[in-house]
């Protein structure tokens, strides 16, 4: 079976800060996963996504997730916060049919 | 290109009254999908539409949810009688192979 555990479900760094969204994942099949973001008022929006390939893996944005096998983890980092990062995460996992399994979501607040 | 759309964007509604959700996928997504967000929890999936057959509908929560895709294009998702708990938002989303879904921007509705 497939789920995902966001830890924290608000996150508040400065501007310029570094962020570091939580992502760990359960999975009975090798895993591709997902970082989706939510702005304000928007629909979901692919940020990256892991697919067996390389286990860093670049989005966009500036938004960057490593995979790491042996802690079933898949972070969302980016190294400096811009005002408009502020939004929704989501980390997701799929099934071998095409189901998504989400987590429960971060909201990202940027300070000034 | 144009994205997945949904409509209506927000509806607010009775309990005991009828709602008909729709999506219009990406042209030529064979891949259409239902999501439901409940009171900030996670995403969960309704279910799959492969053309005009449902692949998977085991998110279904009950018989009052009646989704469509007639002729294998748009999709309605029908809830009647509505209740209090199918306040939400109603995501869609479409694809074209078995990995990335894109999602249109969400239904929000209300039922009071």
């Known amino acids: 079976a497939q789920s995902v555990t966001q830890l924290g479900s608000h996150v508040s760094v400065s501007e310029g800060a570094l962020v570091l969204l939580r992502c760990n994942y359960s999975?009975?099949?090798?895993?591709?996963l997902f970082w989706y973001v939510q702005y304000p008022n928007q629909g979901l929006q692919l940020l990256l996504k892991?697919?067996?390939?390389?286990?860093l893996v670049k989005g966009i944005n500036g938004f960057e997730a490593e995979f790491k096998k042996s802690e079933t983890s898949f972070h969302l980092t980016k190294p400096s916060a811009h005002m408009s990062d502020a939004a929704e995460y989501f980390c997701?996992?799929?099934?071998?049919?095409?189901?998504?399994?989400f987590g429960s979501g971060t909201k990202l607040n940027v300070k000034p | 290109e144009a994205g997945v759309t949904q409509f209506p964007s927000h509806s607010v509604i009775e309990k005991g009254q009828t709602v008909t959700l729709r999506c219009d996928p990406i042209?030529?997504?064979?891949?259409l999908y239902w999501y439901r967000r409940v009171m900030g929890k996670e995403i969960k999936f309704l279910l799959h539409f492969v053309k005009e057959s449902k692949q998977d509908e085991s998110g279904m929560p009950n018989n009052r949810f009646l989704a469509e895709r007639t002729g294998g294009t748009y999709s309605t998702l029908k809830v009647q009688p509505a209740e209090l708990e199918d306040s939400g938002v109603y995501f869609c989303?479409?694809?074209?192979?078995?990995?990335?879904?894109?999602f249109g921007p969400g239904t929000r509705l209300l039922v009071l």
């Open positions: 997701a996992v799929i099934s071998n049919f095409n189901k998504f399994y």
């Open positions: 989303a479409s694809s074209h192979g078995a990995e990335t879904q894109y």
């Open positions: 999975s009975s099949v090798p895993p591709y």
């Open positions: 042209s030529g997504h064979d891949n």
């Open positions: 892991y697919t067996s390939a390389a286990t």
